[in-house]
């Protein structure tokens, strides 16, 4: 469970963007957004690959 406590004079938009922050750092977001609906192995192994292969593209022409 996240707690946030506003500091003194601290506006809740400020911590709100505090919040979020942590939430992000630790990957809960990117969690949450993966599991709205269900994901066939086959497909979570397919987008892997693509992404893998877009990063390498990118490393092999970024020298």
Do not use: C, V, W
Not at 16 to 45: T, W
Request: proline share 2%; no cysteine.
């Amino acid at each position: 469970m996240l707690i946030i406590r506003l500091k003194k004079g601290e506006t809740i938009d400020r911590a709100l963007k505090r919040m979020k922050k942590i939430l992000d750092k630790e990957g809960l977001i990117k969690q949450i957004r993966a599991n709205r609906y269900f994901e066939k192995p086959s497909e979570k192994k397919r987008k892997k690959a693509a992404r893998s292969r877009i990063r390498s593209f990118a490393r092999r022409n970024s020298y």
